[in-house]
């Protein structure tokens, strides 16, 4: 920058004639004047740009320059905070953008000790000069140190092209106008710290407010993360619960990237914790870097995003809630100020939370005697319905149907006979959990066989006969899950209706103190207050079972024979007038086989009864192999078995017939006697249009079969209908 007649002829014929009484008393005017206008600017604003930038424009008329800078410091670091002349020359955003190390630049270090002004004549030649790139042009410098309460605080710069253009007669100016910076600085740091204590303590307020406004613990939460950070000035606030009872914390609220994680976060009794450490000291504790640091386990690093913690205690009434931990990016963040605000605000927030949590004891316990209440209610309701269980397929859907109105869903698993196997018989989510069952694993969902001794939590539950209450099925759902099913653990939660929410209660199936199975029931309004009402459930449910178990074996006993385990008379009537009505009624094919044994009774005379039984026995377990499952067989007579084939033509049924004589002659019976060959005759018939119940049915197969035994024995007879 070029100095104009006008600005500074008095300096140039000052150094020209050394000393002009005129041109002197000039120069003080000018000076008088731009100081003047540098307090007027001090004292009409408190926008510290507004006023530095006043500072440089009234220098330059005192110390001509082509370039000036006020620099603040920041430690040892110093940067530029207002700058004039650099655009022009094009470097302004380079030298605004520096850092300076002021260790390393004598001349600062110069100001700083001896907190006066500098002159350099001619930086090229000066060994306290830095040079620096974009600074090659400069022939003459001058600065002074700006103070304040008596702390070098920055620089004021000036420089020109011109070797040797300053004086020392300059020094006192530019200090006039540094303590002029400093005064101003001083004054805007005043303002701002004035006004950001206005700002924090309305914060405070406000805060205070609407924490002992709210009405849940879930609101105060909802809001502090936030407000938090902006009152302290931070980068994330973590909220932790604490456990007395299991010495164990939890994440209760977070405002950081890992929110997902650290609210599902637990830690487990005996585990070091921040939350633990902070209670016990029960003030304001400040971890500079948690990773260098015993306060916790190295597990729970990753849950924060910050090294630097401030922990604030959450005590109220005498019981610990937790603590408030507060995340920075550095330790010089938290200034004794920011630890002092902190511990007033956690002690506003811990009386709130202190009388949030009371009054939600008291709401819980009402809410939890009303909800007793209605689950005995309904409980008494399903134990009454499902006394009058037909077979046990109706009694396990009926609890699940009465309980989904609760929006509480079950399963039951029984034990596999006498085994220590325990396999599904029932969900109520079955809708979801079949197909799932069927599309990931290929499983039927009967196929799938759990041991007991294999999980330790269901084998407590059998050894003991005591419900358990789960807060976290999920673990449960961990272990049981079969490994084919791990990857897909979150499908599977979603097929079972199981959100993270969700509580559950594990109720061992006892019946006259034998256990029989679990029934396992979740949902998120189950609490722990249910368990003994569901304990009762279970002992009713499980008698229920085993009456209709008792029932179904009775019901079976009574059409089932004996000794084959195919149906016999009764059940076969029972059945045959059943499928004899829908063929006529749907015009559908029915057709009938009847077997006999040839030479049965020599056989039992050779041999004896005992071996003829065994005998019988291969013969149905033959005819099964046979045939399908939705066709029936019976025992009709001593040695004579009925085959009633559903919507099966006389020609496909023939074939069958074909098959299982075949199957018998074929293949020798292994009795206790040894090997015994054994064939039968067997006669076929279809429902007619002249067919008109299922006994002419049975006479006319009874005539097939007359004529097999005519024609020699082991042979098919089909009868002609027409």
Known sequence: MKKTNQDISSFTNTKQNKTVPVDLIKDQQILAAALSDVSMALN??????????????????????KTSNIMLLDGQLARIVRSKGYDLLGTKDILMSRVFDTDQIPNFQKMIKSRQPVLIYNPHLDQDWHILPESEWIKSHIGAPILSDETVIGFLNCDSDVEGYYEKSQLSAIQLFADHAGLA????????????????LRLI??????????KTLNEILGLLPEKLIELLQAANVYISKWDEETKTASGWATSGERKREYLSAVSKPGDRTITEGILEARHATLVADITESSVMDSKFYELYREKTILGLPLIAEGIKFGAILIGFNNPDQVTEDIISLGEYTALQISTAIAKSYSLEQERNQSSQLAHANALIETLSRVSSTIKSGVNTKNVMTTIGTELELLKIHSLVALKVGSTDTLSLAYSSVQSTIIPFVEKFGGNKINDLHT?????????????????????????????????????????????????????????????????????????????????????IFGGQ???AIENANLLQEVQRLAVTDELTNVLNRRGFDEVANREFEISKRYARPLSMIMLDIDHFKATNDTYGHSVGDEILKEIAFR?????????????????EFL??????????????????????ADQPFVTTSGKIKVTVSLGVCSLDSQTTSISMMVKKVDKALYVSKENGRNRVTLINNK
């Open 623 to 639: 005819c099964r192999t046979k045939i399908r499952e939705t066709d029936f067989i019976s025992r009709h007579g001593g040695e």
């Open 643 to 664: 085959i009633l084939l559903i919507e099966q033509k006389r020609e496909n049924a023939r074939l069958v017939a074909e098959r299982i004589r075949k199957y018998i």
């Open 451 to 535: 041991s007991i001794d294999a999980l330790p939590i269901i084998k407590d539950l059998i050894e003991t006969q005591k419900a358990k209450f789960l807060e976290n099925p999920e673990e449960l759902l961990k272990q049981i899950t079969p490994p084919v099913f791990v990857p897909l653990l979150w499908k599977l939660m979603d097929a079972l209706e199981l959100t993270r929410t969700a509580k559950c209660i594990l109720v061992p199936l006892v019946a006259e103190k034998q256990s029989i199975g679990i029934l396992s029931l979740w949902g998120e309004s189950l609490q722990i207050i249910d368990i003994q009402a569901a304990a």
């Open 44 to 65: 009409s604003s408190l926008n510290l740009d507004e006023v530095l930038d006043r500072i440089l424009e009234n220098l330059t008329k005192v110390v001509p320059n």
């Open 541 to 543: 449910v499980a008698i």
């Open 205 to 214: 307020n406000d805060l205070t407010h609407q924490v002992l406004e709210a």
């Open 185 to 200: 600085i001083r004054n805007a740091r005043l303002y701002d710290a004035s006004t950001n204590l206005s700002k924090k």
